[in-house]
């Protein structure tokens, strides 16, 4: 079991950055993948990015590729996103979650955290 608490979100100006952190509770943390997902109003939540918990592996959706970067600290038990040339589409609640493997899928995540949101205006 992991517990998730995201932080970091906001309003920022397009072409700006920003960066989300989640902290984790719970031994099993050091061994989760860690995904991150947003949901725009209206809309399916969504992959954003997905790291391992070895080799540091990555995977991005071809929308943030380039622009967004997850990174982890085991020893802190806290999982990044930063975010940098936001777009105005970029906008919506991101959330973290923690899973056994690498997917982009939000059923192979166990444990999801409240979510925080990301407003980019035009």
């Known amino acids: 079991q992991v517990q998730l608490v995201e932080s970091g979100g906001g309003l920022v100006q397009a072409g700006g950055s920003l960066k989300l952190s989640c902290a984790a509770s719970?031994?099993?943390?050091?061994?989760?993948?860690m995904g991150w997902f947003r949901q725009a109003p209206g809309k399916e939540r969504e992959f954003v990015a997905t790291?391992?918990?070895?080799?540091?592996?990555?995977y991005y959706a071809d929308s943030v590729k380039g622009r967004f970067t997850v990174s982890r600290d085991n020893a802190k038990n806290t999982v990044y996103l930063q975010m940098n040339s936001l777009k105005p589409e970029d906008t919506a609640v991101y959330y973290c979650a923690a899973g056994r493997g690498v997917s982009t899928s939000r059923r192979t995540y166990d444990d999801w955290g409240q979510g925080t949101q990301v407003t980019v205006s035009s």
């Open positions: 790291i391992g918990w070895s080799a540091g592996t990555t």
């Open positions: 719970g031994r099993t943390f050091s061994r989760s993948a």
